[in-house]
């Protein structure tokens, strides 16, 4: 049997898709073959980085990849991970479906906490929502 191809699509390839695809190959591995990009490359962010490390995951050799990389790659399903690369998602020739689910963005929630701890709990709220959504595929990709 082959393995479903997921493209986790997010603004700046940083933080959400990224989790998103760590979490596929850590949880999902035999059954799914995971990428991630963005609409934009905004480099990889250390506090996601940290965060999946916490939970046995190691997305630090992850790159931040636009997402014109996988021109002519056929996916089975696009999933974008926030609202603007759903509503900027290119368009992908062939079969690949298009299924939305939003998280809310880590270095937003961040940004009115006061310390370094909080900071970093809102990362692992929106990682562990991420595991969740993953370990239920490919049955979470029904709409």
Not at 43 to 67: C, Q, T
Request: aromatic content about 8%; charged content about 25%; hydrophobic content about 35%.
């Amino acid at each position: 049997m082959s393995k479903l191809k997921i493209l986790f699509l997010c603004t700046g390839n940083s933080c959400r898709s990224q989790m998103a695809e760590g979490w596929a190959r850590f949880l999902k591995g035999e059954s799914i073959d995971a990428c991630s990009a963005g609409i934009e490359t905004h480099g990889l962010n250390p506090n996601a980085v940290k965060v999946m490390a916490e939970a046995g995951v190691d997305i630090s050799a992850h790159k931040s990849r636009n997402v014109r990389e996988f021109k002519g790659v056929e996916f089975d399903y696009v999933v974008t991970v926030c609202g603007h690369a759903n509503e900027n998602c290119p368009f992908f020739p062939g079969k690949a479906k298009i299924v939305h689910v939003g998280f809310e963005d880590p270095p937003k929630l961040a940004e009115s906490c006061k310390t370094e701890e909080k900071k970093l709990d809102c990362y692992r709220r929106v990682r562990d929502e991420i595991r969740a959504f993953v370990d239920a595929l490919p049955g979470s990709l029904a709409q």
